[in-house]
């Protein structure tokens, strides 16, 4: 989960592993896989960063890139 702020001022929390897209237009919009769009004030840099960073935490890149060792690529 990544803590956001709503257009508002209001913090959102949004479940990373749920985001198909983002787009900065001139706000951010978050699209999740639900076809729910989420218009939030930080760039689009940072949610790319805070999604990575808590893919990182939750092991999901380095489970990815232990497979792909594995198999030899």
Do not use: F
């Amino acid at each position: 989960m990544i803590r956001l702020t709503r257009l508002n001022g209001k913090g959102i929390t949004v479940n990373a592993l749920l985001v198909e897209s983002i787009e900065e237009t001139p706000d951010t919009m978050i699209t999740l896989v639900t076809s729910k769009k989420i218009t939030v004030l930080e760039p689009e840099k940072e949610v790319v960063r805070l999604i990575t960073e808590y893919m990182i935490s939750i092991g999901a890149v380095a489970g990815t890139i232990k497979s792909l060792d594995s198999e030899g690529l």
